[in-house]
């Protein structure tokens, strides 16, 4: 691998965050932002992670204060890439933002430099062109506290060299992440394609008043063995930010479901109860309900607590929550996103699951996998059924 040195284009939340994990890892790490104010709030941000990191990881002190000291910064962007090798980008969600960047970047990088843009909202291939070296351009995407959530994944464009993509793969493992390569574009990568729509599920749910927030992560937790369910997950995000969302999509499809959710949850943003953050979200924190419940978490079901749970699941809410997960995962591997394994894996590390999706499939069994989308799959893609029917008896896993 030829990457040493690596400049992190924007000095945000993950911008941070990548710079801190990079240089943690030994590499040459500068900052680029467009102004020095951006350049001070990312001096603070990588200050705070030190905390973060003795904290989560029992990291020594004096490295992590080395790896602050370490991280150059500037806002002359041909100064701060003359030597680099590596560019992550990661500056607003907006195309024209991006295409400006990297038309300037074009410019000014010598032509060894690999871009690589973190955008969680935008494909690659969107504005790829505006690189001018498109066979050195791909994705590198990251997770929100990404010491934690210390997924890499890699997706190229179809103009992206092998070697390239090969050696980014690399480089994310060498950051101290678990890479995921994603074999072709694909909106939402990996993590985001299943969690999305899990999420989806349990919000319809409660908007729908089929059971409460707190019956849902209780069903989920119990079944699963994970330590939080979809609506303490949601605390986590902030329920401004997962509200906005879910109201963007309503104006853009109107479903009603999504409708009566934002409005529930508008009261509760009115009242300042926002998540973790604030204290108060679907739980009151810091000791939230679900840690009370006598749930053995962290723990992986055996098949026969998965089996009895789907068996004993009378309101649907397990059988539901469970057919999201299944079928975004049959829906990247059998359009050949990515592997199971690799699926499973990057469940595994971003949801703190014990169990993955292909895991939870061979626990329960194909039959019961199917009966689930006969049930209450009401959009059941053929060609996913084929694929279902044409491994019963099999396994994922031996």
């Known amino acids: ?21 990079a240089a943690y890892s030994g590499f040459n790490v500068s900052i680029y932002d467009v102004n020095e104010k951006g350049l001070e709030a990312a001096k603070d941000r990588l200050e705070k992670l030190v905390p973060r990191y003795i904290k989560d990881l029992d990291a020594p002190e004096d490295k992590l204060k080395a790896t602050v000291k370490s991280i150059q910064t500037s806002t002359n962007l041909k100064e701060i890439v003359a030597d680099a090798d590596l560019v992550i980008e990661a500056i607003p969600e907006k195309l024209s933002i991006k295409q400006s960047f990297y038309k300037e970047l074009g410019e000014v990088a010598p032509e060894k430099t690999i871009f690589a843009t973190n955008s969680s909202t935008l494909l690659p291939s ?11 351009f791909l ?9 934690l959530n210390n997924v890499g994944e ?29 074999k072709k574009e694909h909106a939402g990568y990996v ?25 849902i ?7 699963i063995r994970m330590n939080v369910g979809p609506f303490g997950a949601i605390d986590v995000v902030g329920l401004n930010t997962n509200t906005a969302i879910v109201q963007a999509e309503y104006e853009k499809d109107g479903t009603p479901w999504k409708k009566a959710y934002v409005d529930k949850n508008n009261v509760k943003i009115q009242n300042g109860e926002l998540g973790k953050a604030t204290g108060k979200g679907f739980y009151t924190y810091p000791n939230p309900e679900y840690e009370t419940w006598d749930i053995p978490v962290g723990k992986k079901p055996s098949d026969e607590h998965l089996q009895q749970a789907v068996a004993n699941d009378n309101n649907g809410v397990l059988s539901k929550l469970l057919l999201s997960l299944f079928k975004a995962a049959e829906d990247l591997y059998v359009n050949e996103i990515a592997e199971y394994d690799v699926i499973d894996t990057t469940w595994h590390i ?7 999706p292909f895991e939870m499939m061979d626990a329960i069994g194909i039959d019961k996998v199917i009966e689930i989308h ?13 694929f279902l029917e044409s491994r019963r008896g099999k396994t994922f896993y031996s």
């Open 1 to 21: 691998m030829n990457i040493k040195n690596v400049v992190v284009a924007g000095g945000g939340l993950l911008g941070s965050q990548i710079a801190f994990q």
């Open 350 to 356: 971003n949801s703190r699951s014990p169990i993955g």
């Open 191 to 215: 993590q985001n394609s299943l969690l999305v729509p899990f999420f989806h599920v349990a919000e319809e749910m409660y908007a729908n008043e089929e059971e409460t927030p707190q019956e």
């Open 154 to 182: 890699i997706m190229a464009t179809k103009d992206t060299d092998r070697a390239v993509f090969d050696e980014v793969v690399e480089y994310a493992g060498a950051m101290g992440l678990h890479p995921v390569p994603i």
């Open 374 to 386: 006969e049930k209450y799959d009401n959009n059941i893609d053929q060609d996913v059924m084929k």
């Open 217 to 223: 992560d209780k069903i989920w937790m119990n079944a």
């Open 126 to 136: 969107d504005f790829k062109d505006a690189t001018g070296r498109t066979d050195r």
């Open 139 to 147: 994705a590198l995407h990251f997770a929100n506290e990404i010491w």
